[in-house]
């Protein structure tokens, strides 16, 4: 046998050995997404409020008024022909027309994920950064008093409520307390006052994105914090440390080339993980700052129920979570070579 053809056939055979592991991930996460479809219609349709009613609130409706409002609604139809229709639609990438709005649910989807994904992702970057710095200062020094504070501190914020902690700081920052006036916008994304353009939007927009992605940084670093902490407090006693001190590195470039990247296979998972989860978390957040995004959305369309739109965001938000562990799974499998032997 030639050179190049032994040289091709570790090669080949990986390959087929990846192509078999994404394939597998694939199925499994197809077959969840099905089985979160199924989920959502039932808890969606058992809700308990009568969403014809809700619509025609403050307005004299007759009984046959409001019989016709459920056909044309599609309300008079079984469970099981209503969700056989969710199931056809969703697989042809329709996602329905909202009642509340009158609007087709993708055309509301693709107005407000711009400013979600802003929120989620200026948050998610600043709390990597943060979680993970604080995480590898705490566990490369574990039992000082910088890791004594920036854990409990962490694991403090960690387990206030969300909704909580966006009213303290909107009463804070915003309506100002005493005295002290507010420093940050009450809610929104803009102020429809300036009627700003250019720089002066930006700048108006930022203003209003502080509170909320604070709101979800504080929440949210201290996950990283806790998982890089005890990532790097289990590296710290692996002989290729001690062979790194005793080549004559400092302890910086130790902790910088040798116990960091390593420490951090089990954080990377977990940011990938989190930033599907990110997006739902946007829901509390949202809707205590009236920040115009996806999770905002949910919260107006619960008030009827909105049926379709909130299967509509629904499957946006599960979607992303699948798809994000899919993600995690692949990146893991490329980062760890324990994983890629298995």
Same mark, same amino acid.
């Given at each position: 046998?030639?050179?190049?053809?032994?040289?091709?056939?570790?090669?080949?055979?990986?390959?087929?050995?990846?192509?078999?592991?994404?394939?597998?991930?694939?199925?499994?996460?197809?077959?969840?997404?099905?089985?979160?479809?199924?989920?959502?219609?039932?808890?969606?349709?058992? #809700?308990?409020?009568?969403? @014809?009613?809700?619509?025609?609130?403050?307005?004299?409706?007759?009984?046959?008024?409001?019989?016709?409002?459920?056909?044309?609604?599609?309300?008079?139809?079984?469970? *099981? #022909?209503?969700?056989?229709? +969710?199931?056809?639609?969703?697989?042809?990438?329709?996602?329905?027309?909202? *009642?509340?709005?009158?609007?087709?649910?993708?055309?509301?989807?693709?107005?407000?994920?711009?400013?979600?994904?802003?929120? #989620?992702?200026?948050?998610?970057?600043?709390?990597?950064?943060?979680?993970?710095?604080?995480?590898?200062?705490?566990?490369?020094?574990?039992?000082?008093?910088?890791?004594?504070?920036?854990?409990?501190?962490?694991?403090?914020?960690?387990?206030?409520?969300?909704? *909580?902690?966006?009213?303290?700081?909107?009463? /804070?920052?915003?309506?100002?307390?005493?005295?002290?006036?507010?420093?940050?916008?009450?809610?929104?994304?803009?102020?429809?006052?300036?009627?700003?353009?250019?720089?002066?939007?930006?700048?108006?927009?930022?203003?209003?994105?502080?509170?909320?992605?604070?709101? #979800?940084?504080?929440?949210? +670093?201290?996950?990283?914090?806790?998982?890089?902490?005890?990532?790097?407090?289990?590296? %710290?006693?692996?002989?290729? %440390?001690?062979?790194?001190?005793?080549?004559?590195?400092?302890?910086?470039?130790?902790?910088?080339?040798?116990?960091?990247?390593?420490?951090?296979?089990?954080?990377?998972?977990?940011?990938?993980?989190?930033?599907? /989860?990110?997006?739902?978390?946007?829901?509390?957040?949202?809707?205590?700052?009236?920040?115009?995004? %996806?999770?905002?959305? /949910?919260?107006?369309?619960?008030?009827?129920?909105?049926?379709?739109?909130?299967?509509?965001?629904?499957?946006?938000?599960?979607?992303?979570?699948?798809?994000?562990?899919? %993600?995690?799974?692949?990146?893991?499998?490329?980062?760890?070579?324990? @994983?890629?032997?298995?």
């Amino acid at each position: 046998m030639s050179s190049a053809s032994t040289a091709t056939a570790p090669a080949r055979t990986a390959s087929g050995t990846f192509l078999r592991y994404l394939g597998s991930k694939l199925g499994a996460a197809l077959v969840s997404f099905l089985i979160t479809l199924v989920i959502g219609f039932v808890i969606f349709n058992l #809700m308990p409020s009568d969403p @014809v009613r809700t619509l025609t609130r403050g307005r004299p409706t007759s009984e046959a008024q409001l019989a016709q409002i459920r056909v044309q609604l599609g309300l008079d139809e079984p469970v *099981w #022909m209503r969700f056989l229709t +969710f199931v056809n639609d969703t697989l042809h990438f329709r996602l329905g027309y909202s *009642w509340q709005f009158q609007e087709s649910v993708s055309s509301l989807v693709g107005e407000r994920l711009g400013p979600t994904l802003l929120l #989620m992702g200026t948050s998610a970057v600043i709390s990597v950064a943060l979680g993970l710095w604080l995480g590898v200062r705490s566990g490369w020094r574990h039992g000082s008093l910088f890791d004594r504070v920036s854990s409990g501190v962490s694991l403090t914020l960690w387990s206030v409520p969300t909704f *909580w902690l966006g009213m303290i700081l909107l009463i /804070t920052l915003s309506v100002g307390v005493g005295p002290i006036p507010g420093l940050f916008p009450a809610g929104g994304m803009t102020d429809p006052a300036l009627n700003a353009n250019g720089l002066e939007h930006v700048l108006d927009v930022a203003r209003h994105l502080v509170l909320p992605a604070l709101t #979800m940084v504080l929440v949210v +670093f201290a996950q990283y914090v806790t998982i890089m902490r005890s990532s790097i407090i289990d590296e %710290l006693g692996s002989p290729y %440390l001690l062979t790194a001190r005793a080549k004559g590195l400092t302890d910086a470039e130790v902790r910088r080339r040798h116990a960091v990247p390593n420490a951090l296979l089990p954080s990377v998972t977990v940011i990938f993980m989190h930033l599907g /989860t990110l997006v739902t978390g946007a829901i509390t957040v949202e809707s205590v700052y009236s920040w115009p995004g %996806l999770g905002y959305l /949910t919260y107006e369309a619960l008030k009827i129920p909105d049926l379709p739109l909130l299967q509509g965001t629904f499957i946006i938000f599960s979607a992303s979570v699948i798809v994000m562990n899919l %993600l995690a799974d692949v990146a893991y499998r490329f980062l760890d070579p324990r @994983v890629r032997a298995q």
